[in-house]
């Protein structure tokens, strides 16, 4: 492992956080916020193909649960550049041992912290404070055909929002709850 960049595991399978290490100086800070090499040499396949980046003006404000279907699911890095934020993911893999389950944390401008978001697992997040900048690095191409959600308010994942939840795009808002049928993400 390189010294300026550390993972640990999360508690749903296969998804980390990375741990930046953060080089102070006078002139402020560099940190690196992906490493192919590294992330390769852990198992991780997560070359970037898109950067986004999104700003989210109001606290409490929900965006998510979205992921990419397959052939074009995705393993995303996501981290938090201006205000703070929590992260949610939730496994979507029927043959993972946490198939449904969904974890969450916070990030911030200060915590010096990304969550990698592996193929096959839904993502979202919540403004915790107003005017929050959220970067991604993403390892497939956007495909509009392809993408797919679950309602962040699914009482089948009964996701524990920290502050009562607004904002939530049209799209977010229709999205269907989980029933019977629901097969997860095949690959
Ligand atoms: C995600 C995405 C959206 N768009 C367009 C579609 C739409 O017109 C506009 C806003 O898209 P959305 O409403 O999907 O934006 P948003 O709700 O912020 O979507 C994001 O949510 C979080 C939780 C994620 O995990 C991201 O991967 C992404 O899905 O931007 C792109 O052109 N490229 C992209 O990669």
């Known amino acids: 492992m390189q010294q300026d960049f550390s993972l ?3 508690p749903l399978a ?3 956080r990375i741990r930046h290490k953060v080089f102070a100086d ?3 800070m560099f ?4 490493c192919h090499q590294t992330l390769l040499s852990a198992g991780i396949d997560a070359q ?12 409490g404000t929900v965006r998510g649960m979205h992921f990419q279907l397959p052939p074009a699911a995705e393993v995303k890095i996501v981290n938090c550049f201006q205000g703070e934020l929590f992260d949610v993911l939730t496994d979507l893999r029927p043959s993972s041992p946490t198939y449904l389950q969904w974890y969450g944390e916070r990030l911030s401008a200060d915590s010096h912290t990304s969550l990698i978001i592996p ?13 929050v900048l959220m970067m991604y690095l993403n390892s497939t191409d956007y495909a509009p055909e392809l993408e797919s959600g679950l309602h962040p ?12 939840v607004i904002g939530l795009s049209e799209k977010d808002a229709s999205r269907a709850f ?7 993400v095949k690959f």
């Open 8 to 10: 640990e595991p999360l």
């Open 14 to 16: 296969d998804a980390y």
């Open 26 to 28: 006078e002139r402020g």
């Open 31 to 34: 940190k690196r916020i992906g």
């Open 48 to 59: 970037v193909r898109q950067v986004n980046c999104s700003l989210t003006p109001t606290k």
């Open 119 to 131: 193929q096959g697992f839904a993502h979202g997040f919540q403004a915790l404070t107003n005017d």
């Open 153 to 164: 308010q699914d009482p089948a994942l009964s996701i524990a929002w920290p502050l009562p």
């Open 178 to 184: 989980i029933a019977d049928n629901f097969t997860g």
